[in-house]
């Protein structure tokens, strides 16, 4: 994953950038400063499915639970 700045993202950025997504509204700054890509991954996840994000230091599975937050494994 490729942050904002054009450098990847290491696993502890791409878990606040999920807090961020799940405890933010769209229109605020905080929310602004998520990879546009992320936030595209992130909104394609259908609950109860899975899906990797490769970061600087490793991968990362995401799941969408039933109340349609997001988790980081």
Request: with cysteine; glycine share 12%.
């Amino acid at each position: 994953m490729i942050g904002t700045d054009g450098k990847p993202v290491s696993k502890e950025d791409l878990r606040k950038h999920i807090a961020v997504y799940n405890g933010q509204s769209r229109g605020s700054k905080e929310f602004a400063a998520i990879p546009r890509a992320l936030v595209t991954i992130l909104d394609g996840l259908k609950p109860g499915k899975t899906g990797y994000v490769k970061c600087l230091d490793g991968q990362v599975q995401l799941s969408r639970r039933k109340d349609n937050s997001v988790s980081a494994g």
